[in-house]
């Protein structure tokens, strides 16, 4: 990540020290963000319309790992010789509009686990279990207003809900969680559009004097078992709550609302200006964020739920983590970009991935700097993903 960074801020980080002073070239003034290197530290600015939106550090840690012995060397990789050949390059990151902080080091991959699965590890795509969502037919209940089907997708209602009024699972009739095509996942986001309009249409029906007007609808997906679900069988969560939900309120409240710029606008031009964006917000586009909340974190924008040029963006995006960088759990959060939307309008689509196919870990990948500061210590590389998802996007062509 350092190295990518150098091509972009246009000095070598491995060698920032001894010195204090502001390095502006008049190449980078061009750019879009401002730098100030003092001491063995670097602070970078991306900027948007709407003032400084990303905020990045540097920090060379030349003596962290001392002292030094044959041990450490043999077992992770600790150089015995001078303490610079175990500097390692530690990278903070917060979003100044929201607060987010991410930390970044590579060096974290080699941590040691002891929370280890031990002997055969159970398939997450094994068949020979019985599946309630294989029979959705007989083993899954309607809603009052009945089911949405597809081809490859079908609607039925959740039967331990948590929001009101509105709450159903989208079954891929598929049970393999990783296998969906382009079209699967197009037919998903079809029926599930088609099951928010249902709902918004039952809901006018039967409103009464006092009952909310406003509907809030968010999709969530989680595969796998470290990202939540209960069920190996593919299936996102379709939710319409008359509440809006809590990150969704503060984004809207503090953020959109207070913010003089376009606060999506910038964001993606902030990362943009380094490489981790395709495409743009108003047409479809991406980015890898530089401050995810959990590792591999990518934000989409689409014109509308099922706008063609969103649906393949975000399979691309899920089919390079799973079939380049070998992730088997993820996160997939779906939402209007603006307060009250709904799905036919814009809207913002976030993943995050939460493990591999070969990680027999136990451990949990949300600790008590997630909990208790609202920090995240990542142990992914953005520019990697960047790699994977351009890798992945080639077999679109044509």
Not at 52 to 58: D, H, S
Not at 316 to 327: F, G, K, N, P, V
Not at 352 to 361: D, E, F, L, T
Request: with cysteine; hydrophobic share 35%; glycine share 8%.
């Amino acid at each position: 990540m350092v190295a990518d960074f150098q091509r972009y801020f246009g000095h070598d980080c491995s060698q920032i020290s001894k010195h204090c002073r502001c390095r502006r070239t008049s190449a980078q003034s061009e750019r879009r963000f401002s730098k100030l290197i003092f001491n063995r530290r670097a602070l970078c600015f991306l900027q948007g319309n709407g003032g400084a939106v990303v905020e990045i550090w540097y920090d060379s840690l030349q003596d962290c790992r001392s002292p030094f012995s044959s041990s450490l060397n043999s077992i992770h990789g600790v150089c015995s010789g001078s303490p610079i050949d175990n500097r390692q390059y530690l990278i903070s990151i917060k979003n100044k509009i929201t607060s987010d902080v991410a930390w970044f080091n590579n060096e974290r991959v080699k941590k040691p686990q002891q929370f280890v699965q031990t002997g055969n590890k159970a398939s997450d795509t094994d068949v020979s279990k019985a599946c309630d969502f294989c029979s959705w037919d007989v083993l899954t209940a309607e809603d009052d207003f009945g089911r949405i089907e597809g081809e490859y997708c079908v609607t039925a209602s959740n039967l331990f809900k948590y929001v009101a009024p509105y709450q159903a699972v989208c079954l891929f009739k598929d049970h393999d969680p990783l296998s969906f095509s382009l079209d699967m996942l197009t037919d998903m986001f079809n029926v599930s559009h088609a099951w928010f309009d249902r709902c918004y249409m039952d809901h006018h029906d039967r409103r009464e004097e006092g009952m909310r007007s406003r509907l809030y609808p968010l999709i969530v997906w989680n595969c796998g078992g470290r990202s939540g679900a209960s069920q190996v069988h593919g299936h996102s969560q379709l939710l319409v709550s008359d509440r809006q939900f809590p990150q969704q309120e503060v984004l809207q409240r503090y953020v959109l609302r207070e913010y003089e710029g376009d606060y999506y606008h910038d964001i993606f031009r902030a990362h943009a200006e380094v490489g981790l964006s395709r495409g743009n917000v108003g047409l479809g586009g991406m980015f890898a964020s530089l401050c995810p909340y959990k590792d591999r974190e990518v934000y989409i924008f689409g014109n509308t739920l099922t706008d063609a040029e969103f649906i393949k963006i975000v399979h691309c995006s899920l089919r390079a983590m799973i079939d380049i960088l070998d992730t088997s759990s993820f996160n997939v959060g779906i939402y209007p970009r603006c307060e009250g939307g709904r799905m036919d309008q814009e809207v913002v689509c976030r993943i995050v991935s939460r493990g591999k196919h070969s990680s027999k870990s136990l451990a949990s990948d949300f600790g008590g700097m997630e909990v208790f500061t609202g920090a995240s210590i990542m142990h992914t590389d953005p520019y990697d993903y960047m790699k994977a998802y351009d890798i992945q996007y080639q077999s679109y062509a044509g």
